[in-house]
């Protein structure tokens, strides 16, 4: 039972353009939320948060919107980079601190 | 200050064969992990240690036993290698409240 969902596997923006990656949960209990970033042979590595108190959040280029009724979390990438090509996973956890997963998002930035 | 160290990045088994990934964190976290990640499944918890001298089950922990030797230190031990068990484990760590710092990964095949 996948309870965090990234429903695309991947994604081709123009270098300069926005990137949109979004992610889907079915906990109502979840109330910290994370992206992480992982290029390949590598492991994924901490790109922003949010709390469930907050419905956005904003770090440089990357933002992260929160709508909790909708069960929604987006990650925008803007203006996005070739460097920014990576797989990207959404993540979830509850007060009981265990983490879920997405599946995660492969982003090429076609230069 | 190195982070999150796995060792080995790769290894190839023979069905049947033994082996131990090891694991090592020096940035004083409570929390430490082992996850597999493959295709299409995103990461998937195998063990868990909540603080050093307790281990708990994940949601793919058959096949795997673990070891929280010390406040550093969490091994994973394949006891009988399978096919099913090639994949790319991570390492992470996390402290109290906040995100996870992964390793590099250890990418294993089992033929």
């Known amino acids: 039972d996948q309870q965090v969902k990234q429903n695309s596997p991947s994604l081709s923006v123009q270098e300069g353009r926005i990137s949109i990656l979004n992610c889907d949960y079915t906990?109502?209990?979840?109330?910290?939320f994370l992206w992480y970033k992982k290029y390949p042979a590598e492991g994924p590595t901490f790109l922003i948060s949010?709390?469930?108190?907050?419905d956005k959040n904003e770090d440089g280029r990357f933002t992260v919107f929160l709508n909790k009724s909708a069960k929604h979390l987006s990650l925008h990438i803007v203006p996005s980079q070739p460097g920014d090509s990576a797989v990207y996973f959404c993540a979830a956890t509850s007060p009981s601190n265990q983490f879920y997963f997405g599946t995660g998002t492969s982003l090429t930035v076609i230069p | 200050n190195a982070g999150v160290t796995q060792t080995p990045k790769f290894q190839v088994l023979k069905t049947g064969q033994s082996m131990t990934l090891q694991c090592a964190q020096d940035?004083?976290?409570?929390?430490m992990y082992w996850y597999r990640q493959d295709p299409g499944m995103g990461l998937r918890l195998i063990y868990y240690?909540?603080?050093?001298?307790?281990?708990d089950k994940g949601e793919v922990p058959n096949g795997y036993n673990v070891s929280r030797l010390n406040k550093r230190e969490f091994s994973l031990r394949l006891e009988s290698a399978a096919p099913s068990q090639t994949s790319v484990y991570f390492c992470?760590?996390?402290?109290?409240?906040?995100?996870?710092?992964f390793g590099s990964g250890t990418r294993l095949t089992v033929v």
């Open positions: 949010i709390s469930s108190i907050k």
């Open positions: 992470a760590s996390r402290p109290n409240s906040g995100g996870y710092t």
């Open positions: 240690s909540a603080s050093e001298g307790t281990t």
């Open positions: 906990n109502s209990m979840f109330d910290y």
């Open positions: 940035m004083n976290h409570n929390s």
